[in-house]
């Protein structure tokens, strides 16, 4: 576009005597027409101006001198013998008008070529003229850039509609040519330029090469020329502003002079002195303005002073550099040992270098390279430091290494250093301390850090629902978990497949059968249908809950019919169901229908059909089922050697009784308080009396206290022996 102003507002201008004597008088154009005589195409034309005139395009006899007016193919501009030495001067002023129409008439020639190959030299010519001559005329109406930026220009009344839309065609092809010449002659000046050059030399040795390097230079080099402009167009429009304001000046100048005039030989007139008269003083402050904002208004100075403070923050910083006596102490630090006091030595380091907090995290890092308990210690040291400038951030991030390791002392320390400094946690850090609590089982703190986080107006996440209601799960309280799992659905979160499952395993341990039906009615409204492993806790449920044919029927409708294959832990539970209500032919009837679609037991079956036969006495067949165990390459569980003692201790097999004892002694802190009260009833009755009353010490050792029935138990057992080591020693 600037060439476009320039053509518009410069060169056109003298376009007028240019042409007229270059191509002026229109008579020649007139003498060339009574020449014509062989018709070419009346599609050139319209039907008014040219037409008639120009009805045959072929000369007779042309008139040698006007060659000397159109372009040549080795020429670049228009030339004339003829020419005066005021023209050359002329020409050489208007080079960038020679330059538009010499290759508007190479580019034209070739077209008009093109379409009439069979016309001569002198014809081209003769239509080239006269296409040269309408673009002056046009151009000294000063519709240039209006034609050129429309689309498809307006008619002309002397060509016709295709030759005029491809007169102005190639005159916007030949200006953008133009404008790609100039940028091109000015890129290779800018790509000279001392700045392009020095960053070129830069990149260079950081070790840019080859295209990356020839393409960082003419981006440079095209902002450099795309600044240049810029700055050329608002100078541009800086001189048309003082132009405009000087005339406004220069008539209000007048103006004043003639009223000074009228004053001065008034004063003279009357004897008094000549009035000065200067410029008006300016009343108030300069108002400065970019792009609509008043930069002049005080708050922007409020304002680069905060953005300069907020640089100074988050501006990367770097460390001071450490030498001397400083680089001694500071290799001390790191090769310190962990049951060192790390204090004397930071406090020495802290005086020789004044730290900052940039400094005081260079320290940390590299200890955490190092050491990390190192790390730790040191860490939790630099809090105190008034130079690392301690914030909330800082602690949260040691709580949560620590919490990560289940250091919950550790957590404690810090936490109580916290509060001492008047700082209290924050989102994250009672986030942090949720997390650590649930997963070390602490409820009662970890629903304090809960409410810290309502007190501050903060919901809970999922993640922090979901480590709630596991610890409620892990603690046996699935009550609880369930209420959160309902507020969370109250507050559209959608409880995962893990909660749910956590559920229905607690309700199931605890056999609490309607809770665990609901749970899995829940899980199937939610979009998690029923699978082997929920239908395997719902009949884990009514195992311990005691209702065998409830869990008879979830085994057949929720497994066989569903088209499941029962595993090892699914049959196990319904057999353990039956054990307990001493259904013996329909566990075997069971068994016995699964052999047939080829089920073979698993460990866990036979686990618990040897408890079962434990119970009953019948110990060879639970010696077989235990080698049977012993063929799978697998242990027998506990209960398996809580039966076991039970069963040989009632039989009196001294040996293998107190081989099943020792094994279970062994795992003491297994036990519960019936497995424990199950020892001690078969020992008694076996007769084994010292191992009973080693039992019930180990009992209360573990903090269970004996029911009542094992009292009363124990009261005869031991009432009727002291009664017959009485009776013995009357007779002796």
Request: hydrophobic letters at 35%; aromatic letters at 8%; proline letters at 3%.
């Amino acid at each position: 576009m600037y060439l476009k102003h320039w053509l518009s507002r410069q060169t056109i201008n003298g376009l007028a005597k240019f042409n007229g004597r270059i191509l002026s008088p229109y008579s020649y154009v007139y003498k060339i027409s009574s020449a014509f005589t062989t018709p070419i195409s009346r599609s050139i034309y319209s039907s008014g101006g040219y037409g008639p005139t120009f009805h045959n395009l072929t000369y007779s006899k042309l008139d040698p001198s006007l060659n000397r007016y159109i372009h040549s193919i080795p020429e670049t501009k228009l030339n004339d013998s003829r020419t005066d030495p005021e023209l050359e001067s002329d020409d050489s002023e208007d080079a960038t008008m020679n330059e538009f129409l010499s290759r508007f008439v190479w580019i034209m020639r070739g077209k008009l070529m093109e379409v009439y190959p069979e016309c001569n030299k002198q014809t081209m010519d003769g239509m080239l003229l006269i296409l040269v001559q309408k673009v002056v005329s046009e151009m000294e109406k000063g519709d240039l850039e209006q034609m050129l930026d429309a689309a498809v220009a307006t008619p002309s009344q002397d060509f016709s509609e295709d030759l005029w839309k491809t007169v102005w065609e190639v005159s916007n092809l030949v200006l953008n040519d133009m404008k790609k010449a100039r940028n091109k002659e000015k890129m290779k000046t800018f790509l000279q330029s001392e700045e392009v050059k020095e960053m070129s030399r830069f990149a260079g040795e950081i070790g840019i090469r080859g295209d990356m390097l020839r393409e960082l230079r003419f981006k440079w080099a095209r902002e450099k020329m795309e600044e240049s402009e810029f700055y050329e167009n608002l100078e541009r429009l800086r001189e048309e502003a003082q132009a405009e304001e000087g005339e406004e000046a220069q008539a209000k100048g007048v103006e004043a002079v003639g009223n000074e005039e009228v004053v001065a030989d008034d004063s003279v007139g009357d004897g008094k002195k000549e009035m000065v008269v200067s410029l008006p003083k300016r009343h108030g402050k300069i108002r400065y303005k970019i792009y609509g904002l008043d930069l002049s208004n005080p708050k922007w100075t409020e304002v680069a002073d905060k953005v300069h403070e907020r640089e100074e923050i988050v501006w990367p910083q770097e460390p001071k550099p450490i030498s001397g006596k400083c680089k001694i102490v500071t290799e001390n630090i790191l090769t310190m040992k962990e049951e060192d006091d790390p204090s004397p030595l930071l406090d020495e380091w802290a005086e020789l270098l004044q730290p900052r907090r940039i400094d005081w995290i260079s320290l940390l890092d590299r200890l955490k390279e190092n050491n990390a308990h190192l790390y730790l210690k040191v860490a939790e040291l630099v809090l105190s430091k008034e130079s690392f400038q301690t914030n909330t951030l800082d602690y949260t991030k040691l709580i949560d290494v620590h919490a990560k390791e289940n250091r919950l002392e550790d957590v404690e320390r810090i936490l109580k250093k916290m509060n001492e400094n008047g700082i209290s946690p924050d989102i994250l850090t009672s986030t942090v301390l949720v997390h650590m609590y649930c997963k070390a089982g602490n409820l009662e703190s970890a629903n304090v850090a809960l409410e810290g986080l309502r007190s501050q107006g903060i919901k809970p996440d999922m993640k922090i629902y979901s480590s709630m209601i596991m610890a409620y799960v892990n603690a046996g309280k699935p009550e609880k978990g369930k209420s959160l799992m309902e507020e969370m659905e109250m507050r559209d979160m959608k409880p995962t497949k893990e909660i749910y499952m956590a559920l229905l395993q607690a309700y199931a341990e605890c056999g609490h059968i309607d809770e665990a039906k609901l749970i899995s009615r829940t899980m199937d409204f939610a979009g998690f249908p029923p699978s082997l492993e929920s239908s395997t806790l719902l009949v884990k449920a009514c195992e311990q809950g005691g209702d065998a044919n409830q869990a008879r029927k979830i085994f057949d409708n929720m497994i066989i019919e569903a088209g499941y294959r029962p595993d090892d832990r699914c049959t196990s539970s319904l057999i353990a169901a039956y054990e307990k209500k001493n259904m013996l032919d329909k566990a075997l009837d069971l068994l016995l229908q699964l052999e047939k679609d080829g089920f073979e037991p698993g460990v866990a079956t036979y686990n618990v059909l040897v408890v079962w036969l434990a119970n009953l006495q019948l110990v060879d067949e639970a010696e077989q089922l235990l080698g049977k165990i012993a063929e799978l390459g697998e242990a027998p569980s506990l209960g398996v050697h809580i039966g076991l003692c039970d069963m040989y201790a009632r039989t009196r097999a001294e040996k293998k009784a107190l081989q099943a004892l020792g094994v279970v002694e062994a795992n003491k802190e297994q036990l519960k308080r019936e497995d424990f009260e199950r020892i001690i009833k078969g020992l008694l009755d076996g007769g084994f009396s010292q191992d009973a009353q080693r039992i019930q010490d180990l009992m209360a050792s573990q903090g269970f206290s004996a029911s009542y029935d094992l009292e009363i138990t124990l009261a005869s057992k031991f009432a009727g022996r002291q009664k017959l080591t009485s009776g013995r020693r009357s007779l002796r």
